[in-house]
């Protein structure tokens, strides 16, 4: 039995509501210093938001930008999500590189790891947004 397109939404809704509860984890152990911890929360996350996104979000992007088929602020702030969604994962990639020593690094790790940190969390407060606007 397929579940309903309001439980799909519900889940991806309780799914980011326990990657925001592992992202101030991970924070708290970077704070602490224990990185190997905060990098093995951070790799699980991003790995359940992959999931949450191909299974969950993208097919819901269509639906929402094309009844109207231009751009609205709606659409504009649901572009900006996407696209702050897609910056965080080569992000992501480029310091777990940086940090396996595969790669040298082309800017602070500090920097790298701020500016990956502003943008989930910015594109998930989009998102949060977004489900409220759409729901309620």
């Not at 191909?54 to 709606?74: C, D, K, Q, Y």
Request: glycine residues 4%; positive net charge; proline residues 4%.
């Amino acid at each position: 039995m397929p579940l309903d397109y309001d439980a799909l939404v519900f889940s991806n809704l309780m799914l980011q509501l326990a990657l925001s509860i592992a992202l101030i984890y991970a924070f708290f152990l970077a704070r602490k210093r224990d990185f190997k911890r905060h990098c093995l929360v951070l790799r699980l996350a991003f790995a359940a938001q992959i999931l949450a996104i191909l299974l969950l979000m993208s097919p819901a992007m269509g639906v929402l930008l094309e009844p109207e088929g231009r751009i609205n602020l709606f659409a504009a702030e649901l572009l900006l999500h996407h696209a702050l969604g897609l910056a965080v994962m080569p992000l992501f990639v480029y310091i777990n590189l940086v940090y396996q020593r595969s790669l040298t690094p082309w800017v602070s790790m500090r920097f790298a790891m701020q500016a990956g940190a502003t943008m989930w969390i910015s594109s998930l407060l989009m998102g949060f947004h977004i489900y409220f606007y759409l729901n309620y």
